[in-house]
């Protein structure tokens, strides 16, 4: 059973940055696995910030990017805003299993 | 605009059947993948199924394999989800979600419905 990893919480300060992580219990990840990231509040459906590893939607803020770091995938977000604060979670793609999510990271913004 | 409703949650008892469907608008239906997500209360996001545009390739996660059966209508602009053989652990808010031309570019989602399993 393929195991996705995210911090479960993170505390940062509005204005400052803060990186996500993302990795998976087979190993590296690479730009093969499409690393996918979502940002969701209470009550709403996920909404969609970077897929394929680092390509953003019309909707995506500038502040956020994602990138491959050291094996796993990340997300940054630069100059954050106290609206970021919500759960992330990244999906990764597996051959015959479409897609394993991550359990998702807790953001504080305080 | 594209617009993914979902409709057909409720609650059913542990063993019974629902069948979920989404209607799809302001997109052409039929180029696209499409996907079911589901979310348990309080609990993290779960891929659940797949199906191709033309509804040749259907993945399956391994805990509804066998008893929950994606399909589509094209004609319609219409995602189902057969569900069968209910359990409780799989009370949740399920989502519908298109792929966008990329390998998961889960672009669009619907506002999920909530299906609860219980006696």
């Known amino acids: 059973q393929t195991v996705v990893t995210q911090e479960p919480s993170l505390t940062v300060s509005p204005g400052g940055t803060v990186t996500l992580t993302c990795a998976s219990s087979t190993g590296a990840l690479t730009g093969g696995y499409f690393p996918t990231w979502f940002q969701q509040k209470p009550g709403q459906a996920p909404r969609p910030l970077i897929y394929?590893?680092?390509n953003k939607h019309s909707w995506t803020p500038a502040r956020f990017s994602g990138s491959l770091v050291g094996g796993k995938a990340a997300l940054t977000l630069s100059g954050v805003q106290p609206e970021d604060e919500a759960e992330y979670y990244c999906?990764?793609?597996?051959?015959?299993?479409?897609?394993?999510f991550g359990g998702g990271t807790k953001l504080t913004v305080l | 605009e594209v617009q993914l409703v979902e409709s057909g949650g409720g609650l059913v008892q542990p063993g019974g059947s629902l069948r979920l469907s989404c209607a799809a608008s302001g997109f052409t239906f039929s180029n696209y993948e499409m996907n079911w997500v589901r979310q348990a209360p309080g609990k993290g996001l779960e891929w659940v199924s797949y199906i191709s545009s033309s509804s040749s390739t259907k993945d399956y996660a391994d805990s509804v394999k066998g008893r929950f059966t994606i399909s589509r209508d094209n004609a319609k602009n219409l995602l189902y989800l057969q569900m069968n053989s209910l359990r409780a652990e799989d009370t949740a808010v399920y989502y519908c979600?298109?792929?966008?031309?990329?390998?998961?570019?889960?672009?669009?989602w619907g506002q999920g419905t909530l299906v609860t399993v219980s006696s």
């Open positions: 999906l990764i793609y597996y051959d015959g299993a479409r897609g394993v």
């Open positions: 979600v298109r792929e966008g031309t990329t390998i998961l570019n889960f672009d669009y």
């Open positions: 394929s590893t680092s």
